[in-house]
């Protein structure tokens, strides 16, 4: 496709239950970022992959966040034992190299009930 | 702890009139400043930058003007039009992190025809 592809679009699970999202960059594009949209907040970092391996996990928030990327192309983000504040929208993005604009995906809202 | 600060969570302006935008930071080591525009349901797409070496950087309709010393920056858009509604979120990045963006919680611009 001609852009950043994440599904699914909207995902809603029962607290404690395991979701994987999936992130599908632009052709090509060898830098990939996860980030996370709370209500009311602007993208916060959580993930940045160079190739396969991740280059910077910093921002996920705890050991129940993982994410991978095992070809170089397609992402997953997994979360497990869902929480009621893991709420919110994940953004993926892709660009051509480190420190190149970034393509935004249009989100996965995850809402966990 | 925000270091990237948009004090005005909203702005509506009339059409064809201009539209300021308001970001300052507090991070002395970021040098790379961006302005990303989201539309509803959709991911944030690219719409300007500025590096610190530079005090304004123009698009278009777009200009984005950066105060070291003040840490502000500001985003202009003249004239307005009714397509530019949208949230507008600034961002920034350095320190040698440039593939991590700090983003503010954005700006809501309503442009009334």
């Known amino acids: 496709g001609a852009g950043v592809s994440q599904t699914p679009s909207n995902k809603v699970t029962e607290k404690g239950k395991y979701v994987e999202l999936r992130c599908d960059p632009i052709?090509?594009?060898?830098?990939l970022y996860w980030y996370r949209q709370s209500l009311g907040q602007g993208p916060e970092f959580l993930i940045y992959f160079q190739g396969t391996g991740a280059a910077d996990d910093s921002g996920l928030p705890n050991d129940r966040f993982f994410a991978v990327r095992p070809e170089g192309s397609v992402s997953t983000l997994k979360i497990q034992r869902t929480e009621r504040g893991d709420s919110a929208v994940y953004l993926c993005?892709?660009?051509?190299?480190?420190?190149?604009?970034?393509?935004f995906g249009s989100g996965t809202q995850l809402s966990v009930l | 702890d925000q270091q990237v600060k948009q004090n005005s969570p909203s702005l509506s302006v009339q059409e064809g009139r201009i539209s300021i935008l308001n970001c300052d930071y507090t991070n002395s080591m970021f040098d790379y400043f961006l302005w990303y525009k989201k539309y509803p349901a959709e991911g944030p797409t690219f719409l300007i930058s500025?590096?610190?070496?530079?005090d304004k950087n123009e698009d278009g309709r777009f200009t984005v003007f950066l105060n070291k010393s003040a840490k502000h920056l500001s985003l202009h858009i003249v004239p307005s039009q009714p397509g530019d509604s949208a949230v507008y979120f600034c961002?920034?990045?350095?320190?040698?992190?440039?593939?991590?963006?700090?983003f503010g919680k954005g700006t809501l611009l309503t442009v009334n025809p």
């Open positions: 961002a920034a990045s350095g320190g040698g992190s440039n593939y991590k963006l700090t």
């Open positions: 052709s090509g594009h060898t830098a």
């Open positions: 993005a892709s660009s051509s190299g480190q420190g190149e604009k970034l393509f």
């Open positions: 500025i590096s610190s070496i530079k």
